[in-house]
């Protein structure tokens, strides 16, 4: 028992500057992310042809050459309308990850931070408090740079699903177009 004490003993001492790095590489991937979105979402428009192809995409699938029939129309709308919504939320549980698990990424870094300083207290008294304060200001940095990791990620996530909302009421609207399209490609 007392070796994997020593085990997590040894990895906690290399401190919370892996975190630090980790919490660097989580916001960069974030930014992205969220640029890539608002230009999606901003130039997307919800387009009567391609969720009509969709729906003949999902209505080929079942090896018939009659009309489609209205429950079978009607899940070809359903399919149609989950692809879209695929399309729109795409990358969106990553920034929602985030935005609910960075601040305990940067807590476990605080924790990592606050072993180190004193383990550090303990093996040099001669530095009393002060090695002790030192150690767990730089440990609490992690704590901040998690909640500033965190934050954006959870408003940009609120932002964008309010935009998908909106857009698939758009689809909601324009799959019933398309359904009619479908249908009467099948008649003539």
């Not at 018939?64 to 919504?85: C, F, H, M, N, Y």
């Not at 399309?87 to 180190?116: C, M, Q, Y």
Request: proline content about 2%.
């Amino acid at each position: 028992m007392t070796d994997v004490s020593a085990r997590f003993l040894a990895f906690t001492l290399h401190g919370a500057g892996w975190v630090l790095w980790l919490l660097v590489g989580l916001s960069v991937a974030s930014l992205a992310i969220m640029l890539e979105r608002l230009w999606y979402l901003r130039t997307h428009r919800v387009e009567r042809r391609v969720l009509a192809r969709d729906m003949r995409e999902l209505l080929a699938q079942s090896d018939s050459d009659r009309a489609p029939t209205a429950p079978e129309l009607a899940a070809a709308v359903d399919g149609a309308k989950a692809r879209e919504r695929i399309r729109l939320e795409r990358n969106l549980a990553f920034l929602a990850t985030l935005g609910s698990n960075g601040p305990f990424i940067g807590l476990f870094g605080t924790v990592l931070g606050i072993i180190k300083a004193f383990h550090d207290l303990a093996g040099s008294q001669a530095g009393g408090a002060s090695t002790v304060m030192a150690g767990i200001s730089e440990a609490l940095v992690t704590t901040a740079v998690g909640l500033l990791v965190a934050i954006p990620a959870v408003v940009a996530f609120n932002y964008f699903r309010r935009r998908v909302c909106v857009l698939m009421a758009q689809v909601d609207w324009t799959a019933q177009l398309a359904a009619t399209d479908v249908e009467a490609g099948w008649s003539a």
